[in-house]
């Protein structure tokens, strides 16, 4: 097993690809490569009976495709909880070597990592750490620009995307923090927080992939 196989079948882990197909520009955009080269891939997981793979439609994990992807998933997630809380890592740095790990970690090692760390239930990053059978605590989340002017909320996941990561730590962004939308430019103009007490004003882009509670608190 190669990790570029092994990336596409955590990408199709996370896009729902346990339960549902999911479609060849969906994994393209995820792994930020060129539709040929998904299709092409596709066609060698499948033999491999790592997938179902529906031509035009989409693929879906297999019993075996899923269990290495909770094993990448888990792994991942786990050791940036490693990195951050002993080695004392930025949320970009544990992102970018958990990445490499991941393909180094069985499930025997992910099994006693997590037994290390006291079973932790969320990455630093807010993603929940699926159990060893892939199942996973789900939480209604919406974009922080969904959020009313004016009301409070909690921050409970960000994207892991290396620029994106650094961004938001450099402007104080952490996980559980409460958040209220002061001020939204117009035209997707910058949003001015309120966050913990501190002004704070970030990007409309930003501000997309930062998810908060679903209801707000009162």
Known sequence: MTPNK????????????MEELV???????????????????LGKLKREGLIHYEPYRGSRLTAEGTSIAITMVRGHRLWEVF???HLDYSWSEAHEDAELLEHITPARLATRLDKFLNYPAYCPHGSAIPNPDGQINHTA??????????????????????E????????GITIGSSV???????YEGPLTLDLEGKRVQIS??????????ETAIP
Do not use: W
């Open 6 to 17: 092994e990336d596409y079948l955590k990408a199709l882990y996370k896009l729902g690809g």
């Open 23 to 41: 479609n060849n520009k969906q994994i393209a955009e995820a792994l930020q490569i060129a539709p040929a080269s998904v299709t092409e891939m």
């Open 83 to 85: 990195l951050m809380r």
């Open 141 to 162: 989340l919406q974009e922080l620009t969904l959020l009313p002017i004016g009301k409070i909320s909690c921050i409970r996941r960000v994207k892991e995307e290396k």
């Open 164 to 171: 994106l990561l650094d961004y938001l730590q450099e402007a």
């Open 180 to 186: 209220k939308i002061i001020e939204a430019g117009a």
């Open 204 to 213: 409309y882009k930003a501000a997309c992939q930062i998810y908060v509670d």
